[in-house]
């Protein structure tokens, strides 16, 4: 399984580009990697899943080099209420392999 | 879609007793996940079904705990007898994907053993 590893917390302000990084270093070949976000007494969401390059939506970015060692989830303009937990899991498509959380960043958003 | 249901929201019990969770997936999906989440450990994968059939319980802590799957729309995670260490927060998930690209996860049931 790859592991992931992302920063514990981070803080921002309202209206900032917040970047969170998740290092994936193991990455196999028909590895996805996929973020969910969690608020306080729920369970977590999906947000974005990716394969390489560049995806975006109407929540997030994700941006993967080349590599595939690493990717960024990329929340644009953030607001009091992106104020959550933000977890990177690296998923093998199709695949019976346990879906592993790991820590997650909290991200505190301030006004 | 009405999404992942899960009861009861909270339970609070007296250790010894039987706990059971109830899980009702969202129509259509073929995997379905329970997970348990505390400070201490993070969110923890306990078993994962696909079709109805127990792909991998390697997650379940103990034979305390037990799950079923009895058909498509059903799923129940049981502690017996509940401990004090098993207060949790315990989700059930499910998936259109087999391995779960995507997982929807319920509101959680809240257990406090005491």
């Known amino acids: 399984l790859a592991k992931t590893t992302q920063p514990i917390s981070m803080d921002s302000y309202e209206g900032q580009e917040v970047n969170i990084t998740c290092s994936h270093n193991?990455?196999?070949?028909?590895?996805?990697i996929t973020w969910y976000q969690q608020f306080p007494s729920q369970g977590p969401r999906f947000i974005i899943q990716g394969y390489k390059t560049k995806v975006t939506n109407e929540v997030a970015s994700l941006f993967i080099p080349a590599d595939r060692k690493s990717s960024t989830l990329s929340l644009p303009r953030v607001s009091l209420s992106d104020t959550a937990v933000y977890y990177c899991l690296v998923v093998l498509s199709g695949s019976a392999r346990q879906l592993t959380f790991g820590s997650g960043t909290q991200l505190t958003v301030l006004p | 879609d009405a999404g992942v249901i899960q009861s009861p929201r909270h339970e609070v019990t007296e250790m010894g007793q039987e706990v059971t969770l109830r899980c009702k997936p969202i129509?259509?999906?073929?995997?379905l996940f329970w997970y348990r989440q505390t400070m201490m450990r993070g969110l923890e994968l306990l078993i994962y079904?696909?079709?109805?059939?127990?792909?991998?319980d390697s997650g379940m802590p103990e034979d305390r705990f037990s799950a079923k799957m009895p058909n498509a729309s059903f799923s129940t995670l049981k502690i017996q007898p509940s401990e004090p260490r098993d207060s949790a927060v315990y989700f059930c998930?499910?998936?259109?994907?087999?391995?779960?690209?995507?997982?929807?996860f319920g509101e959680g049931s809240w257990l406090t053993v005491v």
């Open positions: 079904f696909n079709n109805n059939v127990p792909i991998d």
């Open positions: 998930a499910s998936s259109p994907d087999y391995g779960g690209n995507t997982i929807y």
């Open positions: 193991n990455i196999a070949t028909n590895d996805y």
């Open positions: 129509s259509g999906h073929n995997s």
